[in-house]
């Protein structure tokens, strides 16, 4: 039974560049939640999706936007990318009880 | 919005004593997770509490829910080299979202 899998591990990009980052979720699992941790901190709440919705955000700016497939998998789009969108970037599902994370893409914005 | 606290940021132990971390709250929490991140890795459920008062065992782990649901601990007793990691509280302010704590880090002496 596969986890939670995160395309890709890791990234770099110029400030200014958009990028894609992908989630598939645990086998099972139908919502999927996108969160941000810089160094040293903990995950910060991006967005949620569920039935291809996104079902609340948090306070991160429209420059991060996100889409969430029939086959539940997702996807976390960033625009004009700046320094401080330097992080790990963590896709976690759930069904029921607790979030399974997956191993995250390290993107770093140069 | 909902916050939660740890307490303390850094806790380095010798290896085979015992230590508690803590969690803490200003409002009324529904549930509260423990989740573990291992250095260069990603967060791993650990548990979850529900009830006031609640006391829950996972091996040397023992976790609690304070009776008024605002505060939670988690004890760890005879340190081992495994248990290095940062460890983070998280709690639902809703159903579709979960805040984390900042973390307790901990480093073992061996």
């Known amino acids: 039974d596969a986890g939670v899998t995160q395309s890709p591990t890791h990234l770099i990009k110029t400030r200014g560049q958009q990028v894609t980052l992908r989630c598939s979720p645990k086998?099972?699992?139908?919502?999927v939640s996108w969160y941000q941790q810089a160094l040293g901190q903990g995950p910060q709440f991006i967005f949620q999706?569920?039935?291809?919705?996104?079902?609340q955000r948090g306070n991160f700016p429209d420059r991060f936007s996100g889409h969430q497939f029939p086959n539940y998998s997702s996807e976390l789009n960033v625009n004009a990318l700046l320094l401080g969108d330097s992080a790990l970037y963590l896709c976690?599902?759930?069904?029921?009880?607790?979030?399974?994370f997956g191993s995250g893409t390290r993107l770093t914005v140069v | 919005g909902q916050q939660v606290m740890q307490i303390p940021q850094y806790q380095h132990v010798q290896e085979g004593e015992d230590f508690t971390t803590y969690c803490n709250s200003s409002?009324?929490?529904?549930?509260i997770q423990w989740y573990k991140q291992r250095p260069g890795g990603h967060p791993v459920f650990l548990i979850q509490?529900?009830?006031?008062?609640e006391v829950k065992k996972q091996k040397r782990l023992t976790f609690q829910f304070g009776e008024a649901k605002k505060n939670s601990s988690l004890h760890i007793t005879a340190t081992q080299t495994t248990d290095v990691g940062t460890y983070f509280c998280?709690?639902?302010?809703?159903?579709?979202?979960?805040?984390f704590g900042a973390g307790t880090t901990v480093t073992v002496r061996a």
């Open positions: 976690a599902s759930s069904f029921h009880l607790g979030y399974t």
């Open positions: 086998s099972g699992h139908d919502t």
């Open positions: 999706y569920y039935e291809e919705e996104e079902r």
């Open positions: 409002t009324t929490l529904s549930n």
């Open positions: 509490l529900v009830k006031s008062g």
């Open positions: 998280a709690a639902p302010p809703n159903d579709y979202k979960l805040s």
